[in-house]
């Protein structure tokens, strides 16, 4: 089977920079997305990344390591409506992306102030 | 534009009956699906379809079936609802032309069986 992890919960205070990472083992291997996810909402697209390295966005960053089966997603100067879920989902192969993308179970991130 | 719309929003069955989530996308995108999302759990695939007449089944078809007669639409059926397909349920599609491609998603439709 497929596994994805992230742990399932993180806190920061407002203003901070926080990190979730993502470990796969897969059959296959295609590209990684980042998601949010506000609580009673619909996943929203964050990034894509399948090359190894760093791609930046604003105040999000993810950041992919193939050979390590390993990603994460950085946020920076974080807001109260960071407060959400991050999903992390791995396409298994070059197929159609929705038959073949898995989600890890998500990181649901509290933002104090 | 109204991207990928979903009815209803919320249902509550009783154990046995069937019933229709209607998904439908008016961005004539080849590519739909279904997935459930459970408590603490990821988004799991149900059931996807690479084009009208198209289905394959996902990581968790069973008790669920589809059908594609048009592109826009793609309904999800419950045949004989039990309490473990208590869920929100989320329709998702794209154009597909590589894996970076946007996935819509609609907002979701939470159904309770009791």
């Known amino acids: 089977g497929q596994n994805i992890d992230q742990p399932t919960e993180m806190t920061a205070t407002e203003g901070a920079i926080v990190q979730i990472n993502c470990t796969y083992q897969t059959s296959g291997f295609n590209g990684l997305f980042w998601y949010q996810q506000h609580a009673g909402e619909a996943p929203t697209f964050l990034s894509y990344n399948v090359l190894d390295g760093l791609e930046e966005k604003g105040r999000f960053s993810s950041f992919l390591s193939r050979s390590k089966g390993y990603s994460y997603l950085l946020l920076k100067e974080l807001q109260m409506k960071d407060s959400a879920s991050y999903l992390c989902a791995v396409i298994l192969d070059r197929g159609s992306t929705l038959g073949r993308l898995y989600f890890g179970r998500g990181t649901q991130l509290t933002v104090w102030p | 534009n109204a991207g990928v719309t979903q009815t209803p929003k919320f249902q509550v069955l009783k154990t046995g009956q069937s019933m229709t989530l209607q998904c439908a996308q008016d961005m004539n995108h080849e590519y739909m699906s279904w997935y459930r999302q459970d408590p603490g759990m990821g988004l799991r695939l149900i059931h996807y379809s690479v084009g009208a007449g198209i289905t394959d089944q996902g990581e968790v078809p069973n008790g669920y079936n589809v059908s594609r007669s048009t592109t826009e639409d793609f309904p999800l059926r419950l045949l004989s609802a039990a309490p473990s397909q208590t869920s929100v349920y989320f329709c998702?599609?794209?154009?597909?032309?590589?894996?970076?491609?946007?996935?819509?998603f609609g907002e979701g439709s939470w159904l309770t069986v009791v």
């Open positions: 998702a599609s794209t154009q597909d032309r590589g894996p970076g491609n946007t996935i819509y």
